[in-house]
């Protein structure tokens, strides 16, 4: 029986996604991306999901597409109808997510892989980890959001380094210029995710959901478009059980115990 390349777990309110190929360094194939994107649908009507990680098994995060996938690269119209029909899909179906949505980047993310990575809400890869838009050593161009993603993370001058000249960037430097949210020694990154990934299910779940989206609207707001989407998601936020909760456990001076709606 051939194992899933993709495993969906469940762990009390927290998602995993684990990309299971690790013989070939988690690359994508069609049939891969096929499962990526009934995971994330599956988690998209999970009521009782209130964060997702998504990671790699073995060594590696993901390493792109898989070049070797018969009939997959073999022209333009091949190539476009995998960017198209599966990709994009699954971009679409992560940035919808109602949850925040962790990368757990234990290893090299590349090509599309390091594209996926930086869609998710927050990123946190192991020290030895490293991210490379290698689109152009093959002659294309980034994909699965990454010609969208990166100027937005670290501005178009190092977007425009990363995808001409491919070349790795390590964890602690994706760190440091805003590419990701933290880099960590390999050591404690199992502790660290485990505990982000708590921490987020913890959160006021309809309040991180309106945040998304006012932060996902920004980009192409004028500010008083902003400002008025924002006193609209306020107002909805403060409808919520989670919003008098917090109130509360601040007048008692103590933790808020949110129930994600």
Known sequence: MTE??????RQGAIRR???????????????MLSEL???LTDISND???????ITGAGRAFCAGQDLREAGAVEDGAAVRAVVERLYNPAIRLLRSLQIPVLAAVNGIA??????????CDLVIAAESASFVQAFSKIGLVPDAGGSYFMPRLIGSARALGLALLAEPVDAKTAAQWGLIWKA???ADFPDSIA?????LAQLPTAAVALTKQALNASGHHSLEQQLALEAELQGQAAETEDFQEGVQAFLGKRSPRFIGR
Do not use: C, Q
């Open 37 to 39: 994107d009934d995971a």
């Open 184 to 186: 960590v020694p390999d």
């Open 4 to 9: 899933a390349s993709i495993i969906l777990e």
């Open 47 to 53: 009521d009782e999901a209130r964060a997702l990680i």
């Open 195 to 199: 505990e982000m990934g708590e921490r």
């Open 110 to 119: 590349a090509g599309a892989g390091a594209s996926l990575a930086i869609a």
């Open 17 to 31: 996604i684990t990309l299971n190929r690790p013989d070939k360094l988690n690359s994508f194939t069609r049939a």
